[in-house]
């Protein structure tokens, strides 16, 4: 099975350059939104937070998941079909421990996918602060582009 | 692999902050009632340690005598710290400590002259059963 | 993971519970002994006369150093029930601390506890929201960041940002930020006390204004005097601290009705919901152990009870730090910059240092109780 996994993330770098890959090797393209869970661990550092708090907070950050994966969901299913590309949307959550790179890893090896787009910094979730892409580089099963590096603009 | 979409994940071991800290009350309360059920039924004698650094003076019971509550139990020489306009004026200060509890002194460990740290052993007193020494 | 009943739960928190408890007892009764009597550079105890570590810091070192070197920056599953634990056990401390007042001696200092409190949470407040809009920081991030600088670090930003509308990765930067702020200042706060010879009282008031996040204000106390007792700098520290979590609330509120008023679609937020809603219940059993030492129900002062007693309160809040140090990653704040990095630094070096100040000129060395 070969495809091109796009990872969607909140600066939507990665979409054009992931269609335009799809494009060009006649494959579909799968754009994949990945759920961060691992706030509650992150905010773990909070020794006597007030009662509550923290509840609220991951709520209000699921919120702020949900209404990004329609976003993105929206963005890139209208971009490939403008394209023309075959294309199809998938979400998934990482687990508790597990870093959001690790799920996209996991999700490009059981999906058998041909390569990976992703945007460079990666800003999805707490991907800014866990080291970004560097994890993705390393642990991916299939080549690995990153879009949105503005090397050449410099 | 179509993972389905779970809700985010779990903050701490308890439901919710509150239940966290309803939990904490009551481990802080199992804790304390642990400890209080120990030193009343369970200690069987009580030690009589410095409460500071210090010298003895004098020891006022003797082994295997009675002493009662509030009695005279020994004398603590200590050096007293204080701060005036931010230096520190040493001076020592006699004190007589008086029992605590009452019941019969099984030993007396220290010795006067005997300079103690804070913490160590004075007077081993029989513990009453049902008080808390 | 998500029904397997009490049992299953318990015996899913058992591994990582039992590292941490063996951890500490390791430190306290080999490392800390040893420590004390090794001798380096020709002095016996060199290591606890200049560096000044007791089993406090060494359990946070130690926890730093599982999560960061020997898991590899992730706590392992099966330690990772266990290791949640931690908060529990810093919470039952506090409460427990609540035993070394009386309700005098709490009315005594606190007076002077919410005079400093309030005028430095608020005053931080305005600076970072001066220096936030000069900075160009947008408004909702001024919010998060004055909360987390004016009160309790971590506990203030999560609390506020959902109501200013704060974006998380946003939140997850300031978050960094602080915790890099006062980690820093946990490690150097004892140095600086002991070198300006501070008293119990003057480092405990200083630490409790100054610090940002009250988990640390006790450990950096605990790490000045690790001795749990009345008079300590534990003791007047966590007077500091109790105030500051109780006005947490208040600095919502505060906070949330500043964004709103200049946002067009203005939402009703009552005092008396946010007081509900994140009010932080644990306070009550501090104040519950405070009457229940005010009534002599804990045994006299000096007597064996209450030794015992805060021989237990010591292993509980260790037990505590060793998790909480392995919640400390390093990477993850090495990360911090940007616009919250330079208003937190600023906000937070200022408070410190005029806390610092303050306490100096103007807080007697001697305790008042």
């Known amino acids: 099975m070969t495809g091109v996994l796009v990872v969607l993330d909140e600066s939507g770098k990665a979409i054009g350059q992931g269609l335009a890959l799809a494009r060009e090797l006649g494959q579909r393209a799968v754009g994949l939104f990945v759920y961060e869970r691992g706030w509650n661990v992150y905010i773990g550092h909070d020794w006597l937070s007030g009662s509550n708090a923290r509840a609220t907070f991951l709520e209000y950050v699921e919120e702020h998941e949900k209404a990004a994966e329609a976003e993105l969901k929206a963005r890139f299913l209208a971009e490939a079909q403008a394209a023309g590309v075959e294309a199809q949307f998938e979400a998934i959550c990482c687990d508790d421990l597990e870093h959001l790179t690790d799920a996209v890893i996991r999700e490009a090896r059981e999906g058998g996918y041909g390569h990976i787009v992703c945007a460079d910094p990666l800003t999805r979730g707490l991907s800014p602060r866990r080291g970004g892409t560097a994890a993705l580089m390393r642990g991916a099963p299939c080549p690995v582009v990153l879009a949105g590096q503005t090397v050449a603009a410099a | 692999m179509a993972g389905e979409v779970k809700k985010s994940g779990k903050m701490t071991v308890f439901r919710s902050d509150r239940h966290e800290d309803m939990a904490a009350m009551v481990l802080v309360g199992c804790l304390v009632v642990a400890v209080l059920c120990y030193m009343a039924f369970i200690v069987p004698t009580v030690t009589v340690g410095a409460p500071s650094d210090g010298k003895i003076v004098s020891i006022a019971v003797s082994e295997s005598g009675m002493v009662q509550k509030g009695e005279p139990l020994y004398t603590f020489e200590v050096k007293e710290k204080k701060w005036t306009q931010g230096k520190v004026e040493e001076k020592l200060v006699t004190r007589d400590i008086k029992s605590a509890a009452s019941g019969k002194v099984l030993k007396v460990v220290a010795k006067p002259g005997d300079e103690l740290k804070k913490g160590k052993p004075i007077v081993v007193l029989e513990h009453e059963k049902g008080t808390l020494p | ?369």
Request: glycine share 12%; hydrophobic share 55%.
């Open chain 3, 1 to 369: 993971m998500e029904d397997k009943g009490i049992f299953g739960k318990i015996a899913a928190i058992l591994p990582g519970l039992a590292f941490m408890v063996g951890t500490l007892w390791v430190l306290r009764t080999y490392v800390e002994p040893w420590m004390a009597n090794a001798v380096l550079f020709g002095q016996k105890g060199w290591l606890i006369k200049v560096t000044h570590l007791n089993y406090i810091l060494l359990a946070i070192i130690v926890g730093m150093l599982y999560r960061n070197v020997l898991f590899g920056g992730k706590i392992p599953a099966w330690a990772e029930e266990g290791f949640r634990t931690t908060r529990l056990f810093i919470k039952a401390g506090v409460i427990m601390l609540g035993s070394l007042y009386t309700i005098q001696s709490l009315a005594k200092v606190g007076g002077i506890a919410i005079l400093l409190i309030m005028t430095f949470v608020f005053g931080t407040i305005f600076f970072v929201m001066f220096f936030g809009r000069l900075m160009g920081m947008e408004r909702s991030m001024i919010g998060v960041m004055g909360a987390a600088c004016g009160v309790c670090g971590v506990s203030a930003a999560i609390a506020t940002s959902p109501a200013v509308k704060a974006k998380p990765s946003d939140v997850a930067l300031a978050i960094a930020t602080i915790l890099g702020f006062g980690i820093m200042t946990m490690f150097i706060s004892p140095f600086i006390g002991k070198a300006l010879q501070m008293s119990d009282y003057q480092f405990g008031a200083w630490v409790g204004t100054g610090i940002l996040n009250s988990g640390q204000v006790l450990a950096t106390c605990l790490a000045f005097n690790p001795t749990i007792a009345p008079g300590t700098a534990v003791a007047y520290g966590e007077i500091w601290n109790v105030v500051r979590v109780i006005s947490i609330p208040f600095v919502v509120f505060f906070i949330t009705m500043w964004y709103w008023r200049a946002e067009a679609e203005a939402e009703h937020m009552s005092l008396g919901r946010i007081l509900k809603e994140k009010f932080p219940v644990f306070v009550i059993g501090f104040f519950g152990m405070t009457f229940l030492s005010s009534v002599g129900a804990l045994g006299a002062e000096g007597s064996n009870t209450l030794h015992l007693m805060r021989d237990v309160m010591s292993w509980i809040f260790g037990i505590g730090l060793v998790g909480q140090g392995a919640y400390i990653d390093i990477r993850e704040i090495k990360t911090a910059g940007g616009k919250p990095l330079k208003v937190g630094l600023a906000a937070g070096c200022l408070k410190y240092a005029v806390a610092l100040l303050v306490i100096m000129l103007f807080v007697s060395k001697e305790s008042s109780f």
